[in-house]
């Protein structure tokens, strides 16, 4: 008997214990330190031959996954967002974006809680080493615990996550759950407001005000200088805002132009690139070296093999099947949609992770619901497989942060603790509670 009838065999399995079965294999496989792009490869080749897509099925689906529009596209904005940071950080630009928003404070606690924010704007793996000196740098006068500081550079760090259209993770969301990139920001962008303000009440508030010497209310020059170092970034939003505005004054014409989110991103992305080389004098050898640096294919073959396994699930029906067992077992179909994030988050720690392993699985269950918004869905599947990332030990961020500070790890968990129930909460309030049928 070869292997797939082998497999075959266990047909009569349900469709909802298969797919928590190749969740458990893709999370145990990456556990063991295999790239999560291969787990996911390999969940979507065994779950072809758990179901009757098979084999040539797999391949015919994986070609045209790899080959479609939207994979290509959203390859090409994770690769510039990569070679943007990386450009940024290199050349010094990110620093002096930094230094920039120092002049505008005269509270130590605001300086140290922007520092890694801003650095957030512009994703990087393992960003907060780089904003955990200027922490330091604003905060080591005062007596403030190591873990305090460790929890400060994480948490700012990862504030804009939620909806921030630089970030892969946001873009992938964007683009499997096939929307406007402005529904998705808007819907997510209170998220941040709730971060912000949970960061603030159980991380900077109890450690009291510190007025910083001889700082003045900024000048409109000093204003102005940190607008200029901002504006790679403010270029991407500016061109976003105006192809989507353009499509939508062509559609009022008659003329009908398809703008994606992905196609609304993309040329941001290629302006914003252009111009931190201008700017920084950026030789073509050095953007170069940054488009073929060898940290970005791993992220790439991360995308493409996402896409494969979405592509995967679609061609297999596997979630129609699993949809209609749910329905037929009375098994809360939100509370699916809640915990499969967040395990993946506490597992993969990284967004794009959990993200790629779990929305595949819970975007389709939306339709059970269907009195509910379906964004508003996809903002609590988000939001919980967020803070699920935010709480796991393996999060690069929060590692680098805690080794920088030398921070113990249960005692950093306890400044966590707060923050990420609050965002939860108010996560099920808002969307659960407000925008409730």
Not at 182 to 208: K, Q, V
Not at 294 to 299: A, E, R
Not at 367 to 383: E, I, K, R
Request: proline share 6%; hydrophobic share 55%; aromatic share 10%.
């Amino acid at each position: 008997m070869d292997a797939t009838s082998w497999i075959k065999e266990f047909s009569p399995i349900p469709a909802t214990i298969k797919i928590f079965a190749i969740f458990a294999l893709v999370l145990i496989l990456n556990r063991f330190r295999l790239h999560l792009g291969l787990s996911l490869l390999i969940g979507s080749v065994a779950l072809a031959l758990w179901t009757d897509l098979g084999l040539g099925g797999w391949l015919n689906s994986a070609i045209s996954s790899v080959a479609s529009f939207q994979t290509i596209g959203l390859v090409s904005i994770v690769g510039l967002i990569l070679v943007m940071s990386r450009l940024m950080e290199r050349s010094g630009h990110m620093t002096r974006l930094v230094e920039s928003f120092s002049l505008l404070s005269r509270d130590a606690r605001v300086v140290g809680a922007v520092m890694p924010a801003l650095i957030g704007l512009l994703p990087m793996p393992g960003g907060a080493l780089f904003s955990a000196p200027m922490v330091e740098a604003s905060l080591h006068e005062h007596p403030i615990s190591r873990e305090q500081k460790t929890i400060i550079n994480y948490w700012f760090r990862h504030v804009w996550e939620f909806w921030w259209p630089l970030y892969p993770g946001v873009v992938l969301a964007i683009a499997l759950l096939d929307v406007n990139p402005w529904r998705y920001m808007g819907m997510m962008a209170p998220m941040t407001l709730f971060s912000i303000l949970a960061g603030i009440m159980f991380i900077l508030r109890p450690i009291g005000k510190i007025k910083l010497p001889g700082k003045g209310r900024p000048s409109w020059s000093e204003v102005g200088r940190f607008l200029w170092e901002m504006m790679p970034i403010l270029v991407v939003i500016l061109i976003m805002l105006l192809l989507l505005g353009l499509a939508k004054v062509l559609r009022l014409l008659g003329i009908h132009v398809e703008m994606t989110g992905v196609s609304s991103i993309l040329p941001g992305l290629v302006a914003a690139v252009v111009w931190v080389c201008v700017v920084n004098h950026i030789p073509v050898s050095r953007l170069r070296t940054a488009v073929m640096d060898k940290g970005i294919l791993p992220f790439l073959l991360l995308v493409f093999s996402i896409m494969v396994f979405k592509g995967v699930m679609t061609e297999s029906h596997t979630i129609g099947h699993i949809r209609d067992e749910l329905m037929a077992n009375r098994i809360p179909v939100l509370l699916i949609i809640m915990i499969m994030p967040f395990v993946s988050g506490l597992i993969t720690g990284i967004a794009i992770g959990f993200i790629g392993t779990s929305f595949p699985l819970v975007i389709p269950l939306f339709q059970a619901l269907p009195t509910y918004d379906s964004l508003a869905l996809a903002a609590v599947a988000y939001t919980f497989g967020f803070m699920g990332m935010m709480l796991s030990p393996v999060h690069l961020c929060f590692l680098v942060s805690k080794d920088y500070y030398k921070a113990g790890l249960l005692k950093s968990y306890r400044y966590l603790a707060l923050p990420t129930l609050t965002v939860l909460a108010a996560t099920i309030l808002l969307y659960l509670g407000v925008m409730s049928p």
